[in-house]
């Protein structure tokens, strides 16, 4: 039997497993035998998915630090579906590239883990080390491809900016500590509040501190100077995997930390962060339009997804807080999905991610063209998909606090970027290459994992009315 302080940290064990089963069996694995590696982490991320679901309204807590509220578990849930597709889409990129296949998905996992335990963590500390946890293992993924220089140079600056970051937020912590006496996230919202700490310098530092290291997580300018680069250097399904989990973890842990433990400061932190938001989804889209490069293109309209999140944030009303989740959830399968593409249209010796190598794509490959224009819309906010359900609800929060000039920059903002969107389905559409590329070899798996993604963007679109009631019932746990 196991004892219920454990029920909380299932999901996490589940993953954690998975990654240790995988690197044993590479481990035994012989130099030329086929194992199914990525199919042993398929299943530790539906044993975490599983888990998750099982303890939905239960609302258990293990070692006073990690907590399975709803918030968590619908996070948790968002980042299996982030795993699963990130796995099927990986199985070409490993065969092609000749990467370690058991480091490649043992490393995904453990990133995983980080990401679930920030999503989970009720306590500075804990978020701190769970932070670390996923960023380590994405350093890793970044550079995994040891032959390539972009790929290493990508790693190492992402790297060393993410040293710096980690460093600020570990005094954030430090000085909140100072003042308040604990890293308890609900312990700190009541101590703010009972010794009226508003205004408070040291608390106003360490909150500032608290912002930077989440900002870069997020790509939140000005913290956002290493997405494009990692972006670009990484494997298209990592830069997938890194746009998508790690935004999603990094916003668990901002909404929990900031609604939650810094609720009582929020007249200090919600100015900063308006102007934050604002300039993220301006510069994002502005230097997105100027791209050639779909990674890059892709990395900047990131930036600027990051933008839009942060406004609910700023909102931080019952709108805003579940248009975050649905916003996360909408982004992940979004994202994924194009990045999927970009991966599958690769190739050894070439990335194929410019923008000319999809002229003329729907002649070569109609089911990819046609994927990669549903999720090139939904990214733009079109509807019915998925793009345009999260967007409505993130001004429609931030409209509903108040905030007109967020709201109007991010329409505004969102406008422009659907001119790089439709950039690349006139590409594809419109514009002949004078040499015909040879269709590449996809396999099943990964094209059934692309109709999912577009299958869950369509729903998102068409039927969100479950899913937002989801997302509400989950926040509303954490107050």
């Not at 998975?18 to 035994?28: D, I, P, S």
């Not at 249209?345 to 063209?369: M, V």
């Not at 594809?428 to 109709?451: C, F, K």
Request: aromatic fraction near 12%.
């Amino acid at each position: 039997m196991i004892s219920s302080q454990f029920d909380a940290v299932i999901p996490i064990l589940c993953v954690t497993l998975a990654g240790l089963v995988v690197l044993l069996a590479e481990a035994f694995r012989g130099r030329d035998e086929k194992m199914p590696i990525g199919g042993l982490a398929i299943i530790g991320l539906l044993g975490a998915g599983i888990a998750s679901i099982l303890l939905w309204d239960r609302n258990t807590e293990s070692f006073g630090a990690v907590t399975a509220d709803n918030f968590a578990l619908f996070v948790n849930l968002v980042l299996v579906v982030v795993g699963i597709l990130t796995v099927v889409f990986s199985a070409d990129t490993v065969e092609r590239d000749r990467l370690p296949a058991g480091e490649y998905y043992a490393t995904l996992l453990f990133a995983i883990v980080g990401m679930m335990l920030m999503g989970q963590a009720t306590d500075l500390l804990v978020i701190f080390l769970a932070l670390e946890t996923m960023s380590i293992a994405v350093y890793v993924l970044t550079g995994i491809r040891r032959d390539q220089v972009q790929s290493t140079e990508a790693a190492f600056k992402y790297f060393l900016l993410g040293a710096f970051a980690s460093s600020f937020f570990l005094y954030g912590v430090a000085f909140l500590y100072g003042v308040t006496g604990t890293t308890n996230i609900d312990e700190l919202s009541t101590r703010i509040a009972a010794q009226s700490m508003s205004g408070n310098p040291m608390i106003l530092l360490g909150i500032g501190l608290l912002i930077v290291g989440f900002g870069f997580k997020i790509a939140a300018v000005p913290f956002h100077m290493w997405s494009p680069d990692a972006y670009e250097g990484a494997p298209a399904v990592i830069t997938g995997f890194m746009s998508t989990g790690v935004k999603a973890a990094a916003m668990a842990a901002f909404v929990r930390v900031f609604l939650k433990g810094l609720d009582p400061m929020i007249a200090d932190w919600a100015p900063v962060l308006w102007w934050i938001a604002a300039a993220t989804m301006i510069i994002g889209t502005v230097v997105g339009v100027a791209q050639t490069s779909l990674k890059r293109m892709l990395a900047y309209s990131s930036i600027a997804h990051g933008g839009y999140l942060l406004a609910g944030l700023v909102a931080g009303n019952e709108v805003g807080k579940a248009a975050i989740l649905f916003y996360l959830a909408a982004y992940a399968l979004t994202n994924l999905g194009a990045f999927g593409v970009i991966a599958l249209l690769g190739n050894r010796e070439r990335a194929n991610d410019d923008l000319r190598d999809y002229a003329g794509l729907w002649h070569s490959h109609p089911a990819l063209a046609t994927l990669m224009t549903f999720f090139l819309l939904s990214l733009g906010g079109f509807p019915p998909t998925a793009g345009f359900i999260a967007k409505w609800y993130i001004f429609s929060a931030a409209i509903g606090s108040g905030y007109y000039g967020l709201a109007i920059i991010g329409v505004l903002s969102s406008v422009v970027s659907v001119f790089f969107y439709l950039r690349i389905v006139v590409m594809m559409y419109m514009t002949e290459r004078d040499a015909r590329p040879v269709p590449p070899q996809i396999s099943r798996l990964a094209m059934a994992g692309l109709v999912v993604a577009m299958l869950g963007v369509l729903y998102l679109g068409v039927l969100p009315t479950r899913v937002i009631e989801l997302a509400q019932q989950s926040i509303g746990t954490i107050f």
